[in-house]
């Protein structure tokens, strides 16, 4: 069974930094495209960043570019979420997702139904 536990968040101060981690329980993570996503309450769940499959290719929305980096290991089958800068703004829960792209070389996917797999999610509050 395939498990995204997220782990990380919590409160911090505007301008400061958290790393959000994503462990998964995937035998074939190094050939899945991984993101993440955030929503707040009474709004939909908003894309933040992806990473493909190999790594080497990355997609962000535009409010985090330059802010928010995505990295992954795949010895660890962990993929991270490196959050500087924070605003208040970025206050919601981040979600990290996952799905299969061994056939889709480079390819970030940026949208929700794109992932078969979801994390619980994680807690991040940025106080002004």
């Known amino acids: 069974q395939v498990q995204l536990v997220e782990s990380g968040g919590g409160l911090v101060q505007a301008g400061g930094s958290l790393r959000l981690s994503c462990a998964a329980s995937?035998?074939?993570?190094?050939?899945?495209?991984m993101g993440w996503f955030r929503q707040v309450p009474g709004k939909e769940r908003e894309f933040v960043v992806a990473?493909?499959?190999?790594?080497?290719?990355?997609g962000y929305a535009d409010f985090v570019k330059g802010r928010f980096t995505i990295s992954r290991d795949n010895a660890k089958n962990t993929v991270y979420l490196q959050m500087n800068s924070l605003k208040p703004d970025d206050t919601a829960v981040y979600y990290c997702?996952?799905?299969?792209?061994?056939?889709?070389?480079?390819?970030?996917?940026?949208?929700?139904?794109?992932?078969?797999?979801w994390g619980q999610g994680t807690q991040v509050t940025v106080s002004p």
């Open positions: 990473v493909s499959w190999r790594g080497d290719n990355t």
């Open positions: 997702a996952a799905r299969g792209a061994r056939y889709f070389g480079s390819s970030v996917f940026l949208q929700e139904y794109e992932y078969d797999h």
């Open positions: 995937i035998p074939t993570f190094s050939t899945h495209a």
